[in-house]
C-alpha cells in the first residue's frame, strides 16, 4: 500500500477505527483488484480496489475468519484475532490448479452444455432462494476524460487544463452511495439511500443507486441499454455456444468454468465465462464482455461486467457480494473510461415484506445524505478510495470552497457582466449569483432567428430572458420576451412569457403570456420552419401556413398526485388571417407558391377564416400508469415504467366568440405506450379519437388536424404521432375522428441473423397509420430501416411507405421513399 494513499487516510478525523483492512496481492506481488473479502459464516463482504486495497466494517474485536476470493485463484482462508481495531491482515493469492473436467460425454454432448442445461432448468429454483431480502448497498463511480480533439487540446481555459490534469487524476465524475435496500424479485424496490458523495459537488447527489445495479443474469434479460440476453436464459443455446474449459475446488465444492461464445457478432449477447457451481448449479462468478453495437449504444465501445457471488454455509445460499462494471466509451473525438464498483452487504433475507414497503417511491434520498462528513464515509466504505480518488475529493472540494466564496463569485460575475460593443450584436447576459438572478438578450445577430416564409418574408428577432432563483432549487420563476419583424410584411411582433414554479415536489407552475405572433394552423406545428425556408427558397413549395393572433393566457399545471397530472388554462385570443406577401426564392422561379388558405391552394384572395376574437378554456389530465419516483431533497423526479400505457385526456371549451358560430367544445383522449419484447425489439402504439360538439361552423384553426408530412426528409420528428405521406391540411375534419399509430422496432431481432446484411447494423421497421372521419379513411402500412449510418454515428432512418385513401377526390393508391434524421 502506497505510502501516499496512508498519509492521506490519516489526515482523515476518524481513520477506519472499525475496520479490518489490508492488502491483497499475488504470488508476483501484484496488487490484485476485485478480490471478493468476507467473514465465514456471514454476509459482511467487501471487494479490494484496482490497488489490492480492501477495508472490512467490524465492529468488535475478536476472532475472524477471512475469505478471500478471486478468479483463477484459490480460495484463501486465513483466520485472524483482532484483539484491537483497526487490524492489519495482508494476503497472499496463489493461481488455482485447473483441471479439465474428465466429463464422459454421451450421445455426443458436449459437457459444457449439459451443465448449462441444468443450469438453466435450476435457475428459477436457485433464484428464488435469494428473492425477498434487506441489505446494505455501497456503489462508487468515476469517469474519466482520456482524449479530446486537437482543437479542445489548444483551449488553454481553466477548465479543460484541469480535464487534462498531467497527473491523470482528472475524474469528470467521482461519486459514493450508501443506502439500505428492500429486494424482491423480479423488480420490487426500495432504496433509502443515507449518505451521497459528489466530488466537486456538496449540493449534488450521486448517480449510483442500486436500481441502476440490478444486473440479474437468472433471467431471461439483463437490461443493459437493451436487453441483453443472459446465458442462462430459456433460448441461451439458440444465441450460444458453450465450452468447459476447467473446473476448480471453492468452499467445498467443484466450480465449473465455462466459456461462453456467441453465435452471432451483431445479436445482444455477452462473452466471457460463467461461473456454475456443482450439484446446485447456481452462479459462482460472471466474467463478461460486452461490445457497445451488440448493446445498441453506439457510442459505447466495450462494456465489462464482473460479479462475485460468495456461499454462506449456515444459509446455504449463494449471495452476489460484489459487482464490477468498467466501460470506454467516445464520441466526436473525446474518449471516455468509466468504472462502477458496487457492494452488497448484510443480507437479511425475509419471507414476507410489510404492506407498503414498495410504492410509489423507489428511491428516497434523506435529507442530509450529501452532507456526511468523512468519519461516516471511513467507517461505511466498504471499497478504499483509491489514491487518485483521494486526490481528486481533496483538490475539487478545495477548489469548489474558493468558487463558493464571495469574492470568486463577485469576480465571475464582474467577468461575465464587463459590456463590449461586441456583445450588443452577440447577446449579453447579466447575473447576480448572490441574489440568484441572470438576464440574458440574444443579439442583434442570432442566426438561429433568422428564416423565411411567404407571409413575413425574410423575418428575424431579438430575445430577452431572466430567470429569478435556481433550477435545482423549489421556486424558479422565469420572464422571457421575443421580438420580430418580418421585412416583406413590414410587420412588427412582440409577446412574452411568465412563468413561476412554486416547488419541484409537485411542480405545480404558473404561466402568464401575451402578445402578438404568428401561429401554424395546425397547434402541433407539423411544418418545421427551417426545412419550410429550405423547401421554399430552393423548390419553391410553401408547406407552412399561418395566421396572426394578438392574444392573452394563463394556464396553470401540477402533479395532483403519484401518476396524475393536470393542466388548466384560460386564453383570449383576437385571430386574424395573413396572405402571402412575397414571391421570392432562390430557384424554380417560374413556379408560383400556393396560397396561404390551406383550403383553397390556389385562391390568394379568399380568407380561410374570418377574422374575430374568441376565449378558450382547457382542462386535461395525464395518467402514467406505473408512474415511479425518485425522491430527493430537493426534488421528485420521475421514473417511466414501460409497463403500463399513458393516458391523456383534454377537453376544450370555445366560448364569446365574437362571431357565435365559432364557439363549440372539444373532447380527445388518448393512449400510448412503448413496450419493450425481450430480445424481439419494441412495440409502440398512440390510439386516439376525439369529437368536436357544435363544431359545424368552427373556425379551421379549430378543426382536429392530422400531422402529415409533404417533404421528404424528416428532421427529429416523432414517427409514432405523424403520417409519413399526408398532406398537411387535405383532411382536417370538425367531426368524430380516430387514429391510430403503430411501430415495432425489432431492434436487429431478424437482421441480426442474416449474413453479410448483419454487418449494416440495421434495425428493421414494420408501422401503420390510420385515421377515420365520417367522410373517409386513410391508412399507411411502412417498412423500413433505422440505426442507419456509419460507425458511432447513426443517426438516419429509411421507409418505404404505400398509402391507402378512400377519399373520393384522391389518389386512392400512394406509396414514396422518406428520409429521416433523429437527433
Not at 424482491?184 to 449540493?203: F, H, M, T, V
Not at 464498483?341 to 443480507?347: A, D, P, R, V
Amino acid at each position: 500500500m502506497s505510502k501516499f494513499f496512508w498519509f492521506l487516510v490519516f489526515l482523515f478525523p476518524a481513520p477506519l477505527l472499525a475496520q479490518v483492512l489490508g492488502k491483497v496481492t499475488n504470488n508476483e506481488g501484484l496488487p490484485m483488484p476485485y478480490v471478493s473479502v468476507t467473514v465465514e459464516g456471514t454476509y459482511i463482504g467487501t471487494s479490494t480496489n484496482s490497488d489490492g486495497n480492501y477495508q472490512l466494517k467490524i465492529t468488535k474485536a475478536g476472532k475472524y475468519v477471512l475469505l478471500f476470493q478471486s478468479l483463477g485463484y484459490k480460495t484463501t482462508r486465513l483466520t485472524i484475532q483482532a484483539n484491537e481495531l483497526p487490524f492489519v491482515q495482508n494476503a497472499v493469492l496463489e493461481q488455482e490448479n485447473l483441471t479439465i473436467e474428465e466429463v464422459v460425454i454421451q450421445n455426443n454432448e458436449n459437457p459444457a452444455d449439459r451443465i448449462m442445461r441444468k443450469a438453466i432448468a435450476e435457475k428459477e429454483k436457485n433464484s428464488a432462494k435469494n428473492d425477498k431480502y434487506d441489505a446494505d448497498f455501497y456503489s462508487r463511480g468515476n469517469i474519466k476524460l482520456t482524449k479530446m480533439p486537437k482543437v479542445v487540446q489548444n483551449d488553454k481555459s481553466p477548465e479543460v487544463k484541469e480535464l487534462m490534469d498531467t497527473t491523470n487524476s482528472g475524474y469528470i465524475y467521482l461519486s459514493e452511495t450508501f443506502s439500505k435496500i428492500s429486494f424482491q424479485k423480479p423488480n420490487k424496490l426500495y432504496e433509502n439511500i443515507i449518505a451521497s458523495k459528489l466530488s466537486g459537488n456538496d449540493r449534488g447527489y450521486s448517480f449510483n443507486t442500486a436500481i441502476g445495479s440490478n444486473f440479474d443474469f437468472y433471467t431471461n434479460y439483463v437490461n443493459l441499454g437493451t436487453a441483453i440476453i443472459s446465458p442462462l436464459a430459456d433460448i441461451a443455446f439458440t444465441y450460444y455456444s458453450f465450452r468447459l474449459e476447467s473446473s476448480f475446488e471453492a468452499e467445498n465444492k467443484t466450480i465449473y468454468k465455462i466459456k461462453v461464445i456467441a453465435k452471432r457478432d451483431k445479436e445482444p449477447v455477452v462473452e466471457g465465462y460463467v461461473y456454475i457451481a456443482d450439484d446446485t448449479y447456481e452462479i459462482y462468478a460472471v466474467d463478461f464482455n460486452l461490445k457497445g453495437y451488440r448493446m445498441n449504444q453506439p457510442f459505447m465501445n466495450q462494456m465489462k461486467i464482473t460479479q462475485h457471488y460468495s456461499f454462506n454455509q449456515s444459509d446455504n445460499r449463494w449471495v452476489k457480494n460484489s459487482q464490477f462494471l468498467d466501460f470506454d466509451a467516445g464520441f466526436l473525438g473525446f474518449e471516455f473510461r468509466g468504472s462502477f464498483s458496487s457492494n452488497f452487504s448484510n443480507y437479511e433475507f425475509v419471507s414476507d415484506f410489510e404492506k407498503g414497503t414498495f410504492g410509489k417511491t423507489v428511491v428516497n434520498i434523506e435529507k442530509e445524505a450529501n452532507l456526511k462528513d468523512s468519519a461516516f464515509w471511513e467507517s461505511n466504505r466498504p471499497i478504499p478510495l483509491l489514491t487518485t480518488e483521494i486526490k481528486d475529493y481533496f483538490k475539487k472540494d478545495s477548489v469548489q470552497k474558493v468558487r463558493n466564496s464571495p469574492a470568486y463569485i463577485d469576480s465571475v460575475d464582474r467577468s461575465i457582466n464587463k459590456f463590449k460593443l461586441s456583445k450588443l450584436f452577440l447577446g449579453y447576459t447579466y447575473q447576480n449569483t448572490p441574489s440568484k438572478y441572470s438576464i440574458h438578450y440574444s443579439g442583434l445577430l442570432n442566426v438561429t432567428s433568422i428564416n423565411f416564409n411567404t407571409i413575413q418574408g425574410w423575418n428575424a428577432g431579438i430575445g430577452f430572458d431572466a430567470r429569478f432563483g435556481q433550477s435545482d432549487e423549489g421556486k424558479l420563476s422565469t420572464i422571457q420576451s421575443t421580438i420580430q419583424y418580418g421585412f416583406s410584411d413590414q410587420r412588427l411582433r412582440a409577446d412574452g412569457l411568465f412563468r413561476h414554479r412554486f416547488n419541484t415536489q409537485n411542480y405545480s407552475t404558473l404561466e402568464l403570456s401575451a402578445g402578438n405572433k404568428v401561429f401554424q394552423f395546425n397547434s402541433d406545428n407539423p411544418v418545421i420552419p427551417i426545412v419550410n425556408m429550405f423547401t421554399s427558397l430552393v423548390e419553391k413549395r410553401n408547406y407552412i401556413k399561418l395566421y396572426e393572433s394578438s392574444f392573452a393566457k394563463i394556464n396553470y399545471r401540477q402533479d395532483v398526485w403519484a401518476g396524475l397530472s393536470m393542466n388548466a388554462s384560460l386564453s383570449y385570443q383576437n385571430r386574424q388571417n395573413l396572405f402571402n406577401t412575397t414571391d421570392y426564392s432562390f430557384w424554380n422561379k417560374e413556379r408560383s407558391y400556393s396560397s396561404n388558405n390551406p383550403l383553397l391552394p390556389d385562391d390568394y384572395t379568399t380568407a380561410a377564416f374570418s377574422d374575430h376574437s374568441i376565449f378558450k378554456f382547457n382542462i386535461g389530465a395525464v395518467i402514467n400508469f406505473g408512474e415511479k419516483f425518485v425522491q430527493r431533497p430537493d426534488r421528485k423526479v420521475s421514473i417511466s415504467n414501460r409497463k403500463y400505457p399513458i393516458f391523456e385526456i383534454d377537453y376544450t371549451q370555445a366560448f364569446a366568440s365574437s362571431l357565435d358560430d365559432y364557439n363549440y367544445s372539444q373532447i380527445e383522449a388518448r393512449l400510448r405506450q412503448s413496450i419493450v419484447l425481450g430480445n424481439k425489439g419494441v412495440f409502440e402504439y398512440n390510439l386516439i379519437a376525439g369529437k368536436l360538439f357544435n363544431g359545424e361552423n368552427a373556425a379551421f384553426m379549430d378543426y382536429k388536424h392530422f400531422n402529415g408530412n409533404q417533404v421528404t426528409t424528416i428532421i427529429s420528428k416523432p414517427y409514432i404521432q405523424s403520417f409519413f405521406l399526408l398532406p398537411y391540411y387535405d383532411y382536417s375534419t370538425n367531426k368524430p375522428y380516430i387514429e391510430t399509430h403503430l411501430n415495432h422496432n425489432f431492434k436487429g431481432f431478424i437482421m441480426n441473423k442474416i449474413p453479410v446484411i448483419s454487418e449494416l447494423q440495421w434495425h428493421l421497421n414494420l408501422g401503420h397509420n390510420f385515421f377515420a372521419t365520417e367522410e373517409m379513411n386513410y391508412q399507411e402500412f411502412t417498412i423500413g430501416f433505422s440505426n442507419v449510418g456509419f460507425g458511432k454515428y447513426r443517426l438516419f432512418r429509411i421507409d418505404y411507405v404505400r398509402s391507402f385513401n378512400s377519399h373520393p377526390a384522391a389518389n386512392k393508391v400512394n406509396d414514396g421513399f422518406v428520409f429521416g434524421i433523429n437527433f
